[in-house]
Structures are given as structure tokens and as C-alpha cells.
């Protein structure tokens, strides 16, 4: 016979749910202004740009009254225009000599100065000094920039010339047709190797340093450590380093628009941006402008994606 007790059963509170209440546009609300200007700066000018590409002015008559001139349909007669330019083809490769020059010289010298800072043997506020050092050149803009760098090329008004003169020594003219490109290369080097040094040397502050201490036990020296760890696992951000200075190099502008007043070498097509401005602003061709623009972003967009899918699956394998 079995005695069950029976236990007063003991009463817990209830605790009265609150309606979970989902505020979903919330997140909206702070997307909201950011989603506006890329809409307004720069997805409407695109769409408008792709439109105006697309279109041409047709003249009847003497082309005088407000109905003499219409806007029709031009298809891809403003691209066959702009692709057929005479001073299309010799502005490509101009900036496709001006890309590799600067883009493997920067990327190396910012790559080169972020392993230097990351050393073991670099002291702190040497390191601090170096980065504001290296990095200030990139805060000066690039009209700012280009004057500055264009007073010291004229070889009447250069330090360089004096110095050079003192030492006996025929000072070069970097404003002469032969050396204009590196004239130009030499400002974009001097302005972008700060900041992508600083991408890189970010990326290797968080490279865990038990790696590094491993290898040193195995007796691995620095440069064998710079090259088996901390480049392969940087290698993420050199890609995009170089796929923005690649993008970059198609938008050269202000540097060569900025020196065309100090030397007769530059011409006002002397990059593919500089003829959208002539077009544009000299010529009034909205229409050959818009084409050439789309252009440039087509091939920026072809370019960057090529040399993602190229690198891309071994660069960040890693990160898997």
C-alpha cells in the first residue's frame, strides 16, 4: 500500500508577456539618408548619363527658334563617335602607361613601408611619427598637390634647377614631352602611397603574433617571415588596394588638368576624362560626353571584375 502525500501546490507569479512589437522600419530609417544621396549623386547622374549617351540634337531648318533644335533618338551612334575619336585611342594608352607606372611603384612603396612600421625592431613613437609622416601627402588635395609639385618642375622657379646647377649638372625639364607622364605618375605616387599603406599595415596589426613567434622559434628571419606570413596574409587587402588604384588610374584628372596651364605638353584630350571635359564644356557635346563617360565605367567595371574573378578565389581563400 503505497501513501501518496499530496504537496500544497505552490503558486508561482505569472509574469505578464509584453507584446514584442517589430519595428521594421526602423532599420530603414537609418538607411534612409544614405540611400537618398547614393540616389541622388550618384545612381540618378549614371541613369542620366546612360540617357544622355543615347541621344543627339537634330537641326531643322536654319536651326533657329526654340523648335529649330530637337532631342531624338541617337542609339549607339554617340559611342561609335566617341570610340572612333583620333584622340581616343592615344589618351587610353597614355593612362595605360600612366597605371603602370604608378600603380606597382605605390602599391610596392606602401607594402614595402607597412612591413618597415610592422617590424619587431620599430619603436613605437618612431612607428607614430612615420604613419602621420607618410600618410599627410594623401590629406593635401590634388589641385593642391599638382600646383605645388608644378612650381617645382618649372625650371625657372625650382629649387631642383638651382640644386642641380650647383652641382654642375644640366637639370632635366620633367614638363618636356619625354617626362610629362612621369611628371603626373610622380604626384599620384607621392599623394596615394600613405593611404594604402596605411590599409596595409592595418591588415597586419591583426595578424595574430604567435604566428610570428612560431616561425622565429623555427628560426625564420624577418624578410623570411615578411614573405611566408605577412604578405600572403595581407594579400586580401593588396587586392583591393589595387583595385582601387586601379579605378583610380581610368579617373585621372585634376593632376594633368592642373599642370595643362604650366606646360604645352598637355593637351585638353590628354587622358580619356579630359576629352569628357572638352566635349562636355568646350564643345558643348553633352551627348559624346555621356557616351565617353559610360565608357570609362564600363571598363572600369569590366577591369575591377576581371581581376577579382582572376585573384580572387586565391587571395581570399583564407578568409574561408
Not at 617626362?179 to 599603406?197: D, E, H, K, P, R
Amino acid at each position: 500500500m503505497s501513501l501518496i502525500l499530496d504537496r500544497p501546490a505552490v503558486s508561482t507569479p505569472q509574469v505578464a508577456s509584453r507584446p514584442r512589437t517589430r519595428r521594421t522600419g526602423v532599420p530603414y530609417a537609418f538607411l534612409a539618408p544614405a540611400l537618398i544621396l547614393f540616389t541622388l549623386f550618384l545612381a540618378a547622374p549614371i541613369v542620366y548619363a546612360g540617357y544622355l549617351s543615347l541621344r543627339k540634337t537634330q537641326v531643322s531648318g536654319l536651326g533657329l527658334g526654340k523648335a529649330a533644335r530637337t532631342e531624338v533618338w541617337a542609339g549607339l551612334s554617340n559611342y561609335a563617335r566617341s570610340l572612333t575619336d583620333p584622340d581616343f585611342l592615344p589618351s587610353v594608352w597614355r593612362v595605360g602607361a600612366y597605371g603602370l607606372i604608378v600603380v606597382p611603384t605605390m602599391l610596392g612603396l606602401a607594402l614595402l613601408m607597412a612591413l618597415l612600421l610592422d617590424a619587431a625592431r620599430t619603436r613605437e613613437s618612431i612607428s607614430k611619427f612615420a604613419r602621420i609622416s607618410i600618410f599627410l601627402p594623401y590629406a593635401v588635395p590634388a589641385v593642391v598637390a599638382s600646383l605645388l609639385w608644378g612650381f617645382l618642375y618649372l625650371p625657372r622657379v625650382s629649387p631642383i634647377t638651382d640644386l642641380f646647377e650647383s652641382a654642375g649638372i644640366t637639370a632635366p625639364n620633367l614638363l618636356s614631352n619625354d617626362l610629362t607622364l612621369w611628371a603626373v605618375a610622380n604626384i599620384a605616387v607621392w599623394g596615394g602611397t600613405g593611404f594604402n599603406m596605411i590599409v596595409i599595415y592595418t591588415a597586419l596589426r591583426a595578424v595574430p603574433t604567435s604566428l610570428y613567434e612560431s616561425a622565429r622559434i623555427d628560426g625564420a628571419s624577418d624578410v623570411t617571415i615578411a614573405l611566408r606570413i605577412k604578405i600572403p596574409m595581407v594579400m586580401p587587402s593588396l587586392v583591393m588596394t589595387f583595385v582601387f588604384s586601379m579605378i583610380a588610374t581610368l579617373q585621372v584628372f585634376a593632376e594633368p588638368m592642373t599642370l595643362k596651364p604650366l606646360a604645352n605638353t598637355i593637351s585638353t584630350t590628354w587622358t580619356p576624362l579630359m576629352k569628357v571635359h572638352r566635349d562636355a564644356f568646350t564643345r558643348n557635346d553633352l551627348y559624346a560626353a555621356a557616351a565617353t563617360s559610360v565608357i570609362i565605367a564600363l571598363a572600369a567595371f569590366i577591369l575591377s571584375f576581371g581581376f577579382l574573378k582572376l585573384v580572387g578565389r586565391r587571395a581570399f581563400s583564407q578568409e574561408d
